[in-house]
Every structure is written in C-alpha cells, then in structure tokens.
C-alpha cells in the first residue's frame, strides 16, 4: 500500500504550477493571440496587473510564447523580491536587439515580471531602451502608467479549472467546494491556495 | 505516423537500489525515423518536489553527438552505467520529496527536443548490513 | 513526446525567460568589450612601456661619454614646479660624434614621467655626475643621437598592467564560461557546474570517508569537546544575538524619538504647548515604551533561565543507532517542566517574483525524556541523562539551495509566571552508508 501511495505523485508540488510549466487558462472569449492583438494596437506596451497569485507570471509566459510562434524576438526577467535593478546580461542582449531591429520583421518584445520594484534609473534606461525601438510588457501589482492589457484576478471557477488540469492523472482527492473555500480564505490568491491543497491532497491519499 | 518516443530501460527489475551499487540500463528512440537526430544527452539525477522550488543536482552525465551532420542511428540502442553515491537518498516526506530517475534528451531538426525519464529509487543500505555504534 | 525547442528556459536564481541565445549574446558582449578593453591596454602598455625598457637594457650599445654640463630641468605642473635632472654629455657613436643633454630614458625621449616634484632626490641624482668627468653610457644603435647615462628597470612598471590584465581574465573567464554554456540543457550545466567545483584539498570538517552530497558539514559540532561525554552541542541561534539586536533597535529608536519628547515637554513647562509635536510623537513614544517593555522581559528572562547546556556521546547519528545524552540546565526559576525531544524538521522555500514563502513542518518528535516540577537554584544547574534513538530507517540530513531535511535535539522549558522557552540543537543524521570509519572523528 504504501508502494502504491509512494507511486502517487501530489499533482500540486510547486514545480507543477510554475509559470513556465502551466499554460495560462484564458476565460472564455479571450486568447492569447487576442493579447497579442491588443498589445499590438498599443503600439506593443502594456501592463499585466494582479494582487498577489492571480497569474500575472503565468499570463506573461504565455503571452511571450505566442509571441515567439507570431516570429517575435522575446526576452524577459523576473525581479526578485528587492531587486531595483536590471540584470546587465539582460540590458546587453535587449541593446542587442534593438540594434538589430531594422533586421527582423516583427517588433522585437521585452518583458520584466515585477516591474513595480525597478528603481527610476533602471525604468528611465528601460524606456529609453524602448523607445520607438523595443516593445515592452510588464507584470505588476498597481497601474506603473503603461497602457493596460489585462487585470488578472482568480474567481472560484477559474481556480477550480486550474485544479482539474492540475489534478488530472492522478485521484481526485480535492473537489470545487475545497478549492472555494480555501480561496477565499486566501482573499484569492489561488498560489497559497494550491499550497494548502497540497497538504489536502497528501492528507487524503494517505488516509 | 507515430510521434517518436524515448524508451529507458534498467537491466535490474528491482525498483530500489542502494549506494555503490551499479545502475545500469539502455535506452532507444523510436518512431524517429525522417528527423536526424542531432545529440542525445543521458543523465542519472535527483530532484526534489514538493512545496519548495525545485533542486536538480546530476550525479552522472553523458552526450552523444551527430558526426558529419548524417544524424545519430535512432534504432541503435544506447547503454549506461554508473554507481550511485550514498547521497542523497529518495525521500518521500511531508513537504519536501527528493526523487532519483535517469532522463534521456534528444536534440532533433528545427529545435525540438525530446525527453524522457525513468524513475527509481536509492535507499539506505539495509540495517544488518551495517552495525550501527551504540554507546 | 516531442515539442519545438523551447526559448523560454527559466534559470534558478535570477530568472530569466527569452531567447537564451540573445541572453548568452548580451553576456557575451558584455565580457568581449572587457576582453577588448584589457588587451587594448596590455598592447599600449607593451609598445609604449616594456619593449622601449627591454630595448634600453638588450639592444643599447655601451661607450664612454664626458659630462660636459649639468642642470636642474623645470617646468611647471599642477600648481606646483616639477623637476629632472638634466647632463649634457659628448660621446662617439658610430664614427660621429654626439652631445645630447639626456640622463635616463625618460629625459632622452622628452617625456613628462621624467619629472618628479622631489627637488632633493632629483639633485642628489645629478651630483652623483662631475662635470668633466668620463661615465658608461649606453646610447641607441639605431639613433645613435639618443643615449642614457642611467638605466634601471622602473618597478612601478608592472602595476600599470595590473588593470588592464584583470580585464583580460575578467573578460576572457566570462567568454569562456558563456560560450562554454551556450546553448546547453538544464542537465548538462548542472553536471558542468559540478564538476568545475574544487574538491576540497584539506577538509578537516569530515571524517575520512566516502563523499556525501548535500549532507551538512560536521565542523560545528564536532569541534566542541564535551566534558561528560563527547560532544556538545551548539545553539542553533543564540539568544545573545536575540537581546544585542533588541537593544541595538531599542537604543536607536528611544534615541531619536527622546529628541522630539524633549522638545514637547519644554514646550509644556514653558507654558507654550506644541500640541501638534506632542500628538506626533505620542504613538512613537509608545512603541518605545514597548521595545523597552519587551527588552526587559527578554532579559529577565535570559537571567532566569540561563544556560542550556546538552552533550552527546557520539556524532554525527545514524538510523537505529542509540545515543546518550546529557542535559543541564542552569537558571534561578521555577520550572513546571522540562522535555527534551529529537525532532525532524522539513524545509521549503519558494520564491516566485516578489514574493518569497518559506514553510517549515516538524515530520517527526521522538520524546527523548520530561521532566517534570523543578526548582532551578543558580549555583546547582539541573542535570538529567537520557537515551535518544534515531528510528531504522530515517532520513539523513539533506540541504539543497531550497530545500532541507533538518534534524535537532529540542529542549522545551515550562516555567511559571514566564512564557516557555524553546532551544534547539541541531544534530546531522547520516545515511548508514555514509557511516564515519570508527574513531576518526574523535576530538
């Protein structure tokens, strides 16, 4: 029995929901390719805004995939909590792109999930960067005065789509009634709600 | 036409294996026919799951590349051996998971890439191997 | 199953998605304009500084030449007058003869490293020379008008290129390490990574013995005899540092806050009340006031209890092995109760932009012994031995950039009228396969 136990992997270890690893789950109506389209008629800036958990990481990784079918150059990084600067590798290989620009076709896009954290010179080189050259998306918590292109949130039903691609292959041990629950104990933030339902799901398997 | 596939095999049926032991096996590509293989990595490693990031640490690592540009013979079957070292052992906790497996990677045309793993696990060794001190 | 190559690897610890090709591209010019940089300067050091040195001393020709006149050279430099000794001397150089006023290389060739601000040095130099007096000099076959009467290698030289040389290995290590990653999986860096890292030549920390990944060092522990049985154990953190850094906040922030309350009083007692400074620094007063509280507390506490003291008679553990332990616990309390218990601890990080979670869960608590109803008097600490038993079968200590397996002996404190103290010892728990070879990590 415990074998078999052993042979169940919990389908919400942190590396299952990764933003690299999931696919964003987009509502009905949307698409990332309508993002895409709309990010185009901004003349390729935007903001993705969310409270904390609601995808915006996710939502940026699958937005730039699109864009890398569509033929567009991408670079993107992820602030770490503090971290008011760029990364000079980053800034190296996004002055390389906008020095190659005029060579590509598509308008070449850069991405920075945290944005809200960069100091003002490093957003002042950024937009400078961009200027007329570069496309520029970013991830925040509030509005940073780009044009908005989505404003994520995670409702019961939306979470309870993401349980079921998570929990698919293995028992389903957690149902919608957990997942609503624990949501809205976390006021949303479906990240710690897929924590706790980690303990749940070994909790139950184990009893 | 199928998609290709990488199958791994080990040449012991046990399922737990113990530090210095040897692990050994082979491993094939199928239906790859058509799409020159470039290179084909191999690798005997440990992850970790759970509610932490994820931790990787290879323990054994091997690459075969394409000479000439004529691709690798995906029919050929490749072999492997290595002995496992004393640490880390699989582990099956609460939050934390430390998982051991041999993955295969193949580098195809155009980009794209195959993978497979196959997963086992290294245990302590067994306790009348080993007379532990009591004081 | 297959799927096209994907551009968007993230990377541990600064996480980055993208083309990594353009990520490596960037790094790579980044480290090539170092590498241009240093070599551009080794160059100009070489053309401008070494060959002209070597040359002075392999390639001059030495003849005998007459001091006909001496003179201090001046000019003036930054506000202040710079000085070189300046000798006229007549020499034969290939069937001519020559009378250039010169004294080492830098004078012959006009350049302003010739000056120096140090008057004396530079007269102490010209009256080593007598006029009318034959001397060596060396002059230069290929212009034979240009000749030394003093040649030394300048020591100086070779910090000059000590800048642009740490440019080409700073430069030439980053390409090197770009390009060496360029393009390779998660796998095969991790594996590279690996190897290239130093085995260490004298570690004294381990007991001779097999190699054991992401198992924590031993130095901690068993470099701290004990003086019933073999080791003790240190404190996983001191409750020293605890009440340092409590008191370093609460000096500070009563510091500032005393400036604005001295303020206000004076302006009470000088019956013209500064009613809006006296409501500003009213909440500041009162945080204070509970550092203050909580400073006091924290000591009178750490007083009370004392210290906590717990030796072992073997380490590091192993699963089913059995263990002595010693336990003393000093202070001047009355304590309801005392537990010692061995306990597993799990430790996950996750960090996910700005945010950082960590979760620790105790997996396991194996009572070693309680006791119960103590009175502690300073001058005779509380001692107890026991036996604790890591369960066949335990993980080992395990540490990973994200992850741990944390094993410690716990000490629980009850005491009346004072809120429970807590102290933890950690321990590293081997896997029997990884056991020391018997007495060679003895103290």
Known sequence: MNELVEAIRNPFSAARFAPDRMEFLFAPGQSAAGLLERLRAADWRGEIVGPHGSGKSTLLATLLAAARLAGQPCLAVTLRYGQRRLPCDFLGAARCMAAQKDRVPAVPLLAVDGYEQLGRWHRFLLGRLCRRRLGLVVTSHHPVGLPALCHTAVDPALAWRVVERLQAGSPPLVDGADVAERLAAHGGNLRETLFDLYDLFARRLAM | ?135 | MARNFRYFEKKRGHRRTGSRTLGSLGEALFFASLLVLGCAGLVAGILWLLIPEWRLHHGFKETTCLVQKKRLGEKEGDGATLYRPEIKIEYEAQGKQYSPWTYDLNTADMSDRAYSSDRAAVEAALDAFVEGQKYPCWYDPSKPDRAVLVRAYQGWLWLVFLVPASFVMLGAGGLVYTIHHWGKSAEHRAATVQRAQPSELFDLDRPPGPKLPNIPELSDITNSPGTTLAYRLPLSHSPGWTLLGLAAACLLWNGSVSYFAVAAVRSHLAQQPDWLLTLFILPFLAIGVALIVCLVRQLVQALAVGLTLVEISDHPLLPGGEYRLLVSQSGRLAMRSLEVWLSCREEATYRQGTNARTETREVRRLPVFRREGLALDRGQPFQAEGCVRVPAGAMHSFRADHNEVRWSLVVRGETAGRPAFERAFPVIVYPLAGAPVPGSHAP
């Open chain 2, 1 to 135: 036409m199928n998609e290709p596939a990488i199958l791994i095999r080990l040449d012991s049926p046990a399922r737990t294996y113990y530090p210095g032991q040897s692990l050994s096996g082979q491993y094939r590509l199928e239906s790859a026919e058509g799409d020159p293989i470039r290179a084909v990595e191999a690798s005997v490693l440990w992850y970790t799951e759970g509610k932490g990031e994820q931790d990787l640490a290879v323990h054994e690592f091997w690459r075969r590349d394409s000479q000439g540009g004529e691709g690798l013979d995906p029919r050929r079957p490749e072999r492997f051996s290595t002995t496992l070292p004393i640490s880390p052992l699989s582990y099956d906790g609460q939050i934390i998971q430390v998982r051991w497996c041999v993955r295969v990677r193949a580098f195809l045309s155009r980009g794209r890439e195959l993978v497979a793993e196959k997963g086992f696990r290294l245990g302590d060794r067994p306790q009348q191997e080993v007379s532990p001190p009591e004081k």
